[in-house]
Nanobody
Framework: QVQLVESGGGLVQAGGSLRLSCAAS????????INWFRQAPGKEREFVAS????????YYSDSMKGRFTISRDNAKNTVYLQMNSLKPEDTAVYYC????????????????????????WGQGTQVTVSS
């Protein structure tokens, strides 16, 4: 299992930017696709973005496309989520999450993930966007 720790959350004004980091432990990190989810108060956890093990393939939820960018640095065992043009409705706890199995094919990253696709979760980091 990959163990994950998120950081980088905070309070930002609407229109601002934040970069979240997801640091992983374990030598197998570079073999797993990583996903970002978020959960707002009173709402279900929703998919944000995913990236495959090599960083070549990415997928975004429609509402995040063009504003968020997911990337990874396998040498640093870290995945990033750059969030620009933030809106108050982006306020949520953001979680990074590893796929259940390593080395999924690139085509796997052509649709959103569900929580049942996830093998391990981080503890989450709070993002608050003020209007």
């Amino acid at each position: 299992q990959v163990q994950l720790v998120e950081s980088g959350g905070g309070l930002v004004q609407a229109g601002g930017s934040l970069r979240l980091s997801c640091a992983a432990s374990g030598r197998t990190f570079s073999t797993y696709g990583i996903n970002w989810f978020r959960q707002a108060p009173g709402k279900e956890r929703e998919f944000v973005a995913s990236i495959n093990w090599s960083g070549v393939s990415t997928y975004y939820s429609d509402s995040m496309k063009g504003r968020f960018t997911i990337s990874r640095d396998n040498a640093k065992n870290t995945v990033y989520l750059q969030m620009n043009s933030l809106k108050p409705e982006d306020t949520a706890v953001y979680y990074c999450a590893a796929d259940r199995l390593p080395y999924y094919r690139d085509t796997y990253y052509s649709s959103p993930r569900s929580i049942t696709d996830i093998g391990s979760w981080g503890q989450g980091t709070q993002v608050t966007v003020s209007s």
